[in-house]
């Protein structure tokens, strides 16, 4: 009788403790890519990296575009889905780097937003009425990941709004690609 509950506490032991240590073992991994069901806009490519201590997605998009020019006075496009991560415990990401990369032209009297959310941090760039530009731009946002702590569900959305005020002039911005990394934020040498 004691035999028998001590080969049935050694084996409940076992078998209990397996199972508790192999869910530490997460591997940190961030899975594909899954477009919102709504979204009109969608990825042309998606490619996404996992490393020991940092996950990173670089996304490419060919038809965020929102524009207003001659009798149209505004626009908007937009995109929205989401990463399955997974993080063991023991593995805190401290920082988000964000890289935003497109086109804006506008003339005076007209504005244009992104508004980018991933995961917890929502972040807005704002061309106000008085910026007359046109070219390129490249945006790197840094942001801390509160208590290092990422999703699991981890929604990415980008929308863009243009305004204008007059029949004259025009506005336009493209969001071309969104590259995320999620780890440790690197520090320039000084």
């Known amino acids: 009788m004691i035999r028998g509950l001590l080969c049935s506490s050694v084996f409940a032991a076992l078998a209990f403790g397996s199972v508790a240590r192999s869910a530490d073992m997460v591997a940190l991994e961030i899975g594909n890519f899954s477009p919102g069901f709504e979204s009109k806009v969608k990825p042309k490519k998606v490619t996404v990296k996992n490393s020991p201590k940092q996950l990173s ?47 804006i032209v ?59 005020n007059t029949d004259e002039g025009a506005v336009l911005v493209s969001l071309e690609s969104i590259k995320v990394n999620l780890g440790q934020l690197k520090l320039a040498a000084q």
């Open 57 to 103: 997605f670089d996304m490419k998009l060919n038809a965020l575009v929102a524009s207003a020019d001659g009798s149209k006075t505004e626009n908007s496009a937009g995109m929205n889905g989401s990463f399955v991560v997974q993080q063991p415990s023991n593995m805190p990401l401290s920082s988000m780097t964000i890289e935003l990369r497109g086109h």
């Open 106 to 164: 506008k003339t005076a009297g007209s504005t244009a937003t992104l508004d980018i959310t991933i995961g917890g941090v929502l972040k807005t760039i704002t061309w106000g009425p008085d910026d007359v530009v046109s070219n390129t731009f490249s945006i790197k946002l840094n942001e801390p990941i509160v208590d290092g702590i990422v999703p699991v569900i981890l929604p990415v959305s980008a929308i863009a709004l243009v305004t204008k």
